[in-house]
T-cell receptor
Framework: EAQVTQNPRYLITVTGKKLTVTCSQNMNHEYMSWYRQDPGLGLRQIYYSMNVEVTDKGDVPEGYKVSRKEKRNFPLILESPSPNQTSLYFC??????????????FGPGTRLTVT | GQNIDQPTEMTATEGAIVQINCTYQTSGFNGLFWYQQHAGEAPTFLSY????GLEEKGRFSSFLSRSKGYSYLLLKELQMKDSASYLCAIGAGSYQLTFGKGTKLSVIP
């Protein structure tokens, strides 16, 4: 089954304790992206990757790191989490489709709470 | 940059038709997307418009006017399961999407 998986789905942590949220897709997609979703603010892009070893900042990259060593995986790293990073995080992947369409497939989400 | 506006909330009756509008301003345009998101779940793709006009897909249709920076999503024969948030998104550049804040649709009996 074609899918994007994220782990963990739920995480409660404390300020300053480094954490990694994993993302993996089995559709051989070139493009992967991380978003955070907050009430009243919608989905905002954190980082994206066009292919292996190619990453770039989105709209809200501060406090986050990413890496793309393999095509299928795109982990999100919070080196020193702070309470303002409490949010719902989504990973997504896509590849060019008909008519230049590039439907994004989303993972199930990771709900992170930083206390 | 991009600016996307859509209503925050809408309410409609089961069996009725509802139109959710989206206006946008963008410096680059590769297409307009609509996504559906049920509470606590991931967004799922509904439609894609790159040319002006109406795209129909079952009970859902999406319209685009590039000259007016305007799109709408039309939902017919509303069902209770259509209660969700509907996200308008602009594609610009290499596979990137910028999302609006979403419209929360409540379908009432």
């Amino acid at each position: 089954e074609a899918q994007v998986t994220q782990n963990p789905r739920y995480l409660i942590t404390v300020t300053g304790k480094k954490l990694t949220v994993t993302c993996s897709q089995n559709m051989n997609h070139e493009y992967m992206s991380w978003y955070r979703q907050d009430p009243g603010l919608g989905l905002r892009q954190i980082y994206y990757s066009m292919n292996v070893e190619v990453t770039d900042k989105g709209d809200v990259p501060e406090g986050y790191k990413v890496s793309r060593k393999e095509k299928r995986n795109f982990p999100l790293i919070l080196e020193s989490p702070s309470p303002n990073q409490t949010s719902l995080y989504f990973c997504a992947s896509s590849s060019p489709g008909p008519g230049a369409s590039y439907e994004q497939y989303f993972g199930p989400g990771t709900r992170l709470t930083v206390t | 940059g991009q600016n996307i506006d859509q209503p925050t909330e809408m309410t409609a009756t089961e069996g009725a038709i509802v139109q959710i509008n989206c206006t946008y301003q963008t410096s680059g345009f590769n297409g307009l997307f609509w996504y559906q998101q049920h509470a606590g779940e991931a967004p799922t793709f509904l439609s894609y418009n790159v040319l002006d006009g109406l795209e129909e897909k079952g009970r859902f249709s999406s319209f685009l006017s590039r000259s007016k920076g305007y799109s709408y999503l039309l939902l017919k024969e509303l069902q209770m399961k259509d209660s969700a948030s509907y996200l308008c998104a602009i594609g610009a550049g290499s596979y990137q999407l910028t999302f609006g804040k979403g419209t929360k649709l409540s379908v009432i009996p």
